[in-house]
Nanobody, 129 residues
Framework: QVQLVDSGGGLVQAGDSLRLSCAAS????????MGWFRQAPGKEREFVAA????????YYADSVKGRFTISRDNAKNTLYLQMNNLKPGDAAVYYC??????????????????????WGQGTLVTVSS
């Protein structure tokens, strides 16, 4: 299993930008589809974005499409989530996630929790209106 450490959360105002990072340990990072999920208080954890390990194709939840960008740097074993034009509804704990196996090859394949093998510890994003 890959070990994941999330960072980059904080308190911002609506309309601001923030970039989350996820540092991964182990050589398997480059062979795993990766994603971000979030969980707001009182709500279930939900999919945000994912990026394939085979061709770097991406997939986003409709609620963040056009505002968030997921990317990866395999040389640094790091996953990123650039969040622009943040809204109060984006406030949540954000979790980095790695697919259970290398056979999850597409970004669309890891939109549910049962596809995930490793989670980061979470980083809190707060958006004030």
């Amino acid at each position: 299993q890959v070990q994941l450490v999330d960072s980059g959360g904080g308190l911002v105002q609506a309309g601001d930008s923030l970039r989350l990072s996820c540092a991964a340990s182990g050589r398997t990072f480059r062979s795993l589809t990766m994603g971000w999920f979030r969980q707001a208080p009182g709500k279930e954890r939900e999919f945000v974005a994912a990026i394939s390990w085979t061709d770097n194709s991406t997939y986003y939840a409709d609620s963040v499409k056009g505002r968030f960008t997921i990317s990866r740097d395999n040389a640094k074993n790091t996953l990123y989530l650039q969040m622009n034009n943040l809204k109060p509804g984006d406030a949540a704990v954000y979790y980095c996630a790695a697919a259970r196996t290398v056979f999850f090859t597409t970004a669309r394949s890891i939109t549910t929790a049962n596809s995930i093998g490793s989670w980061g510890q979470g980083t809190l994003v707060t958006v004030s209106s």
